[in-house]
């Protein structure tokens, strides 16, 4: 704002989840999809508080906001190099009939807490909810600059693969329960606490046209990119792939 190796098959259920602890840590234009992608929902944000910049995770490392765990289902590098080598590489499909509400989120995720409270309470330190699962205090660092904030209304939930670049890639052909599971995907590394500014920034572009501006990023974000799609089946075009490949070889691991 895709896949040689085991190809995972994804259902059109989303997983009910709305457990805390996962911390996450470092990982991870203009467009018409950067809101979507950072979809805020300002009536379950608390109110504006002032950020901070904080160090950048080590290179390559996957670690970040402390460095606590990483996203969920994140690959090894080696294993990415390996599913990125299985993506089938083709043109973008047309933008025809998309549409953000055929991506049905935030999805409900239990005990009154959708996606985006889930993976607030995920990715943030100390995360306090009220009685209707809205984040009133917390810390998050975000991936893509290496800020700090203490306020849920500075951040956005970004999806790692857009929902618009996931509709050039397929899912233009895929039901609208297979698009809701992919746009609340907290199994998979496909969404991510991160300020509001950078999701902006990099709205619906892919690898090869916007890359996190802390290069320190560039390890995990290529792992997880290359994760998503090839666990759904998306294509790639040859420039992502070759921004991909680079953005892999940052890895010291």
């Known amino acids: 704002m895709g896949h040689q190796l085991h190809q995972v098959r994804v259902g059109a259920g989303v997983a009910l989840v709305c457990a805390a602890g996962l911390a996450l840590a470092g990982c991870g234009g203009n467009s018409s999809d950067s809101k979507a992608d950072g979809s805020r929902s300002p009536s379950r944000s608390a109110s504006p508080s002032r950020s901070s910049s904080s160090s950048a995770p080590s290179p390559g490392d996957g670690k970040g906001s402390g460095g606590r765990d990483v996203l969920p289902g994140l690959p090894s590098a080696g294993e990415a190099r390996k599913e990125l080598s299985g993506l089938t590489v083709a043109k973008p499909r047309p933008m025809t009939g998309y549409s953000r509400d055929k991506f049905p989120h935030w999805a409900q995720q239990g005990n009154k807490c959708d996606t985006r409270e889930t993976a607030l309470e995920r990715d943030g330190r100390d995360v306090k909810r009220d009685d209707q699962c809205r984040a009133v205090s917390g810390t998050w660092q975000s991936l893509y600059d290496g800020k700090t904030f203490t306020s849920a209304s500075q951040v956005d939930i970004d999806h790692i693969v857009p929902l618009a670049n996931?509709?050039?890639?397929?899912?233009?052909?895929?039901?609208?329960?297979?698009?809701?599971?992919?746009?609340?995907?907290?199994?998979?590394?496909?969404?991510?606490?991160?300020?509001?500014?950078?999701?902006?920034?990099?709205?619906?572009?892919?690898?090869?046209?916007?890359?996190?501006?802390?290069?320190?990023?560039?390890?995990?974000?290529?792992?997880?990119?290359?994760?998503?799609?090839?666990?759904?089946?998306?294509?790639?075009?040859?420039?992502?792939?070759?921004?991909?490949?680079?953005?892999?070889?940052?890895?010291?691991?």
Not at 192 to 217: C, E, F, H, Y
């Open 166 to 253: 996931a509709w050039r890639s397929g899912a233009d052909q895929w039901t609208t329960d297979k698009r809701k599971a992919f746009a609340n995907d907290l199994t998979h590394p496909q969404v991510l606490t991160v300020s509001a500014a950078s999701n902006r920034s990099k709205g619906d572009q892919s690898p090869d046209q916007w890359q996190p501006p802390s290069k320190a990023a560039w390890c995990v974000y290529s792992r997880a990119w290359t994760s998503v799609k090839s666990t759904y089946g998306l294509t790639v075009t040859d420039d992502e792939k070759k921004m991909l490949t680079t953005m892999l070889d940052t890895c010291t691991s």
